[in-house]
């Protein structure tokens, strides 16, 4: 395990579809994290996972995002009826816990470009 | 919500030249955490800072946190050509994870 995979790298969808992008976290991590980051921007907070519970949705988020971690292994997040404001680069980030220097683990990302 | 603000949000420095980033806060950090992301990259996480006042050192990066746990710094000194990338500062409370605007570095060989 060398680290958080995300696939796809890369998604082009048209106004109106469903995305769905799946993240693995470091094997022994339990907590998993969605953020978003836009061109010049910090990555912005998601979701939130201890294992297989959601502990935490951010109120920025609007009912067409759902995120799932059924086994409390790997992690899906989908995008219902894209906009054109969803184009962004989701990034999935894991950690052992928090702590002392237990920072998160970030993936390469899936950069969504909605047209 | 909590925010965390940085300042510069870019810095254009000469090769061997010092840098600085800052990030404050309105309200009481439990943390601090500091990550470096290449142009094109993602986050890399370097450090954690939780006591009042504590100093960290990675080579030629040095952390501070501050006395009352509302601001940070991430001073590089004599930057190199690698040091290139965006700074970010981000803190937790409780579940809410926040990342601050982030500070462009330029180094100018």
């Known amino acids: 395990d060398t680290g958080v995979s995300q696939d796809p790298r890369h998604k082009i969808t048209k106004r109106g579809q469903n995305v769905t992008f799946r993240c693995d976290p470091i094997?022994?991590?339990?907590?998993l994290y969605w953020y978003r980051q836009t061109l010049g921007q910090g990555p912005e907070f998601l979701t939130y996972f201890q294992n297989e519970a959601q502990l935490e949705k951010s109120r920025l988020l609007s009912d067409r995002f759902s995120a799932e971690r059924p086994k409390g292994s790997f992690s899906t997040l989908e995008i219902q009826r894209t906009e054109q404001g969803d184009s962004a680069m989701y990034l999935c980030?894991?950690?052992?816990?928090?702590?002392?220097?237990?920072?998160?683990?970030f993936g390469s990302g899936t950069r969504l470009t909605v047209v | 919500g909590q925010q965390v603000m940085q300042i510069p949000q870019y810095q254009h420095v000469q090769e061997g030249e010092d840098f600085t980033t800052y990030c404050n806060s309105s309200t009481t950090l439990s943390n601090i955490q500091w990550y470096k992301q290449r142009p094109g990259g993602h986050p890399v996480f370097l450090i954690q800072?939780?006591?009042?006042?504590e100093v960290k050192k990675q080579k030629r990066l040095t952390f501070q946190f501050g006395e009352a746990k509302k601001n940070s710094s991430l001073h590089i000194t004599a930057t190199q050509t690698t040091d290139v990338g965006t700074y970010f500062c981000a803190s937790n409370t409780g579940n809410q994870f926040y990342f601050g605007t982030g500070t462009s570095l330029t180094v100018i060989p």
């Open positions: 980030a894991s950690s052992p816990r928090t702590g002392l220097n237990y920072g998160y683990t």
């Open positions: 094997s022994e991590h339990n907590r």
């Open positions: 800072l939780v006591k009042s006042g």
